[in-house]
């Protein structure tokens, strides 16, 4: 069966430091990836998404960059927090043959 | 572009009440509809979908939503509330890139013992 892990599932980092979130999918090949953001009073947001290793697409602006360096592995990355940045981040994969998407656990990220 | 709203960001029911969580929907194609739950400090879980066919999609825990086109609307409802049916639900529409996911802003459900 398939699963998708997300690590860490909190982090508490201080405003102008790295940030790199990690998503990995096993039991299946090739899904498209995705990564979403959960903010305070603001609903799930697409963030970026994959539909091959280094086919990565934006869907709004921001401080945040993504890379998919292996079939089943999307990370998220950012060279310098704001505090904005704070927020429940959630991976989520699917397949060509279904609709549905699949949600890792979530990083809770604090920025300080 | 495609859009959700979510009606009601908290609604309160006792345990044993119908349970009716309202969304409607904005697509200019034939819309690909879900209904997610999620708990607290964990990912989203797939409740039901609507794709194509039978406009009352049952899924699971006993929920049930029903497409209606003419209203643009795809309301989430149980018979009876449980406990543990209190959680944060998601409405949402294929929009996105990729097939990626619109969602509405998500609606606690209280349930009152």
């Known amino acids: 069966s398939q699963t998708i892990h997300q690590w860490p599932a909190t982090l508490v980092q201080p405003v102008g430091s790295p940030l790199s979130l990690e998503c990995t999918v096993e039991?299946?090949?090739?899904?498209?990836l995705y990564w979403y953001r959960q903010a305070a009073g603001r609903g799930l947001q697409l963030l970026f998404y994959s539909v091959g290793i280094g086919q990565i697409s934006s869907e709004v602006p921001q401080n945040l960059s993504a890379s998919r360096p292996q079939d089943r592995q999307f990370i998220l990355s950012s060279k310098k927090l704001l505090l904005s940045d704070s927020g429940f981040y959630l991976c989520?994969?699917?397949?060509?043959?279904?609709?549905?998407?699949?949600f890792g656990a979530g990083t809770r990220l604090s920025v300080l | 572009a495609q859009s959700v709203t979510q009606l009601g960001s908290h609604v309160s029911v006792s345990e044993g009440a119908l349970v009716l969580l309202r969304c409607n929907y904005s697509s200019s194609v034939p819309p690909y509809l879900f209904w997610y739950v999620q708990y607290p400090n964990q990912g989203l879980q797939l409740l039901l979908k609507y794709t194509t066919g039978a406009t009352l999609v049952k899924g699971i825990n006993g929920f049930e939503a029903e497409f209606k086109k003419s209203e643009t609307s795809f309301h989430l409802t149980k018979p009876s509330a449980h406990m543990s049916d209190a959680a944060e639900y998601f409405c949402?529409?294929?929009?996105?890139?990729?097939?990626?996911?619109?969602f509405g802003k998500g609606t606690h459900l209280i349930i009152q013992p």
């Open positions: 039991g299946t090949s090739n899904p498209n």
């Open positions: 989520a994969w699917s397949s060509l043959r279904t609709d549905i998407q699949y």
């Open positions: 949402a529409v294929v929009g996105g890139g990729a097939d990626g996911l619109t």
